[in-house]
């Protein structure tokens, strides 16, 4: 397929588990990006790859929330210790030449993750 | 910080009638860009349309225009002649030109009445 995909679609965990959830972008985006999107908020940037450098974590809400993208293409975010507030749908999205004028960023359909 | 702001949670229209849908947002940057995205039940989001701050022209893609209002940091999407097929959510983004995160409003929820 030529989208961004996400698995699991959905993900049912127990508090205190740890959780990894998968980006697979389009191919030859440079750059990838997790949002959050929790129950009545927006979407809240969480992490963004660009290329070879080093990634902007700023948004990440905890240090139990990290990611890593491996060879530039599949991302990994994972969230160690998961807690209720953890509940919400992970949004992934990729892009071409991110800082220019033409930056669309094509959003996977994300998954949803609910922590009891 | 730039914050985005859709202060109408909810909001119905008539089919092939006219909605406009609210965005203001915060930014004291110059170099920006502003985007509209619908988010149907598959959770998937999709572009809608883009103006960049350094147009004057307020952007249209087919039955969807902009009134962007620079001064006043003001952004309403217009959705003409509506189809059931809008029906979803909607949210107002922003980016700055030097950096590519995106910054959301809360969204609002668009039905559409057959």
């Known amino acids: 397929g030529a989208g961004v995909s996400q698995s699991p679609s959905n993900k049912v965990t127990e508090k205190g588990k740890d959780v990894e959830l998968r980006c697979d972008p389009i191919s030859g985006h440079t750059a990838l990006y997790w949002y959050r999107q929790s129950l009545g908020q927006g979407l809240e940037f969480l992490i963004y790859f660009q290329g070879n450098s080093a990634p902007d974590k700023s948004g990440l809400p905890s240090d139990r929330f990290s990611a890593e993208r491996t060879g530039g293409s599949v991302s990994t975010l994972t969230i160690q210790r998961t807690q209720q507030e953890d509940s919400a749908v992970y949004l992934c999205?990729?892009?071409?030449?991110?800082?220019?004028?033409?930056?669309?960023?094509?959003f996977g359909p994300g998954t949803r993750l609910t922590v009891l | 910080a730039q914050t985005v702001t859709q202060s109408q949670p909810e909001m119905s229209v008539q089919e092939a009638e006219t909605v406009t849908l609210s965005c203001t947002y915060d930014t004291s940057e110059s170099d920006y860009y502003l985007f509209w995205y619908k988010q149907p039940p598959s959770r998937q989001m999709i572009l809608v349309i883009r103006q960049e701050a350094y147009k004057q022209q307020n952007a249209t893609e087919n039955r969807f225009s902009v009134n962007f209002q620079k001064a006043a940091k003001s952004f309403s999407l217009k959705i003409s002649d509506s189809q059931l097929g809008d029906a979803a959510m909607y949210f107002c983004a922003y980016r700055t030109g030097a950096n590519s995160k995106l910054t959301f409003g809360k969204g609002i929820t668009l039905s559409v009445r057959p």
């Open positions: 999205a990729s892009s071409l030449a991110p800082r220019t004028a033409n930056n669309e960023q094509f």
